[in-house]
T-cell receptor, first 112, second 113 residues
Framework: EAGVAQSPRYKIIEKRQSVAFWCNPI?????LYWYQQILGQGPKLLIQ????????DSQLPKDRFSAERLKGVDSTLKIQPAKLEDSAVYLC??????????FGSGTRLTVV | DQQVKQNSPSLSVQEGRISILNCDYT??????FLWYKKYPAEGPTFLIS?????DKNEDGRFTVFLNKSAKHLSLHIVPSQPGDSAVYFC????????????FGSGTQLTVLP
């Protein structure tokens, strides 16, 4: 079974620029999550999708972050404009009901 | 407001000895607890879990203990191996939160040969 694919692996941008991350979950996994992991902290949930609908985006900074999941499969997370404090690893995870999470390798974002 | 806390940022253990990683939680609605292991440049991988109806779950060298009254869980690794060196995250979820995971800040385990 293929895992959760994320790209790019690394990204360096200047503050106020925009950036997008892509996630391809495991086939058949209806639930998809984006987590933000700041260095020295545990992952923090940004948004949860069920198929192509948003279940919870209460912790997504909506003034600069947006996410979508087209056709209930791939998902993109965008930051515009980026701030220095957005430097983190962005993790995508997918899950099928009754089973645990599978995480991707993440995208490490550095904002300079 | 940290609902899941791992108070030890790091732990060093000699190979062959027991590693004990601790985790405390505050939200009494949590009913499912998990441990994840993370190597550098990789995503967290599931290690072991425990439901709140149990107080112990064992899988090979890994055992998780849950003390609901103290809102505390621990992960025991026996015997510890150098390949166990990684960051270990404790996570918790509740059926009422659509099974979202709340993570602790992690403990870096180093197993010395």
């Amino acid at each position: 079974e293929a895992g959760v694919a994320q790209s790019p692996r690394y990204k360096i941008i200047e503050k106020r620029q925009s950036v997008a991350f892509w996630c391809n979950p495991i086939s058949g996994h209806a639930t998809l999550y984006w987590y933000q992991q700041i260095l020295g902290q545990g992952p923090k949930l940004l948004i949860q999708f069920q198929n192509n609908g948003v279940v919870d985006d209460s912790q997504l900074p909506k003034d600069r972050f947006s996410a979508e999941r087209l056709k209930g499969v791939d998902s993109t997370l965008k930051i515009q404009p980026a701030k220095l404090e957005d430097s983190a690893v962005y993790l995508c995870a997918s899950r099928v009901e009754g089973y645990g999470y599978t995480f991707g390798s993440g995208t490490r974002l550095t904002v300079v | 407001d940290q609902q899941v806390k791992q108070n030890s940022p790091s732990l060093s253990v000699q190979e062959g000895r027991i590693s004990i990683l601790n985790c405390d939680y505050t939200n009494s609605m949590f009913d499912y607890f998990l441990w994840y292991k993370k190597y550098p440049a990789e995503g967290p991988t599931f290690l072991i879990s425990i439901s709140s109806i149990k107080d112990k779950n064992e899988d090979g060298r890994f055992t998780v203990f849950l003390n609901k009254s103290a809102k505390h869980l621990s992960l025991h690794i026996v015997p510890s191996q150098p390949g166990d060196s990684a960051v270990y995250f404790c996570a918790a979820s509740s059926s009422g939160s659509a099974r979202q995971l709340t993570f602790g800040s992690g403990t870096q385990l180093t197993v010395l040969p």
